[in-house]
């Protein structure tokens, strides 16, 4: 089984981020990972790749922006 992600480091956050610090570093990772912005950032990096790197910072805010699921995680 694949361990999980450390959603914390994913996000560039401390575990003691308030909600809207949480939506803030989402939206920049996401904006810094989105696969459509690597052949401008990084032309080494596959798309592959950059959907890989976009899928864990959606799964990080999707738990840690939900209260249950981020006490559960």
Known sequence: MDELPDYYVVLGI???????EIRDAYKLRALETH???????????TRE????AF???ADAYFVL???????KY
Do not use: F, L, M
């Open 55 to 57: 899928q864990k910072v």
């Open 35 to 45: 696969p459509d912005r690597y052949p401008i950032i990084d032309s080494t990096v």
């Open 65 to 71: 922006s939900d209260p249950t699921q981020r006490e």
């Open 49 to 52: 790749e950059a959907t890989k």
């Open 14 to 20: 401390n575990n003691t981020a308030t909600s809207s």
